[in-house]
């Protein structure tokens, strides 16, 4: 996926993609020209991108000071260098799964300790705690239970 928002980050596609001279012809030199000519450009780069890998087209537009993200399945994902280097992924005991990795927080601050994430809550395990604070007495809350109501 490409996101570009300036003249120097398509300078940057461009250059990545070993065409430079790109940036400086008319139809893609300008922001204009390209989005006129989108089709054309997005063949271009279909063409350019189909016989390289992923990790490898991130990579070279990167170190182009341009921005991109590969499409990643999800055990790409999974198995990500970046992924691993961040620790996003966490371990958390679910009562009826086990351990399994769950996604944590998209930032980590430096000073903030990471708090520890908790299990989706089953089927109903919080019904007394919401029904108190909606004003239902335990014995109301009980002959909801029995009536099958929650």
Do not use: C
């Not at 009562?95 to 989706?120: D, E, W």
Request: glycine residues 6%.
């Amino acid at each position: 996926m490409l996101i570009l928002s300036s003249q120097s980050q398509w300078e940057g596609l461009f250059e990545a993609m070993g065409r430079p001279e790109w940036a400086a012809k008319e139809p893609f030199n300008t922001q204009a020209g390209r989005s006129a000519n989108v089709e054309e450009l997005r063949t271009r780069l279909a063409d350019w991108a189909k016989n390289e890998m992923p990790q490898d087209i991130f990579e070279r537009i990167q170190s182009n000071k341009s921005a991109s993200a590969p499409v990643q399945t999800a055990e790409a994902f999974y198995h990500s260098p970046q992924i691993s280097a961040r620790n996003y992924l966490e371990d958390v005991d679910h009562p009826h799964t086990g351990r399994l990795k769950y996604p944590g927080l998209p930032y980590q601050f430096s000073n903030t300790p990471r708090v520890s994430k908790s299990p989706a809550p089953l089927l109903g395990q919080h019904n007394e705690d919401v029904f108190l604070q909606l004003g239902y007495s335990k014995t109301e809350i009980l002959k909801f239970k029995q009536a099958g109501v929650i």
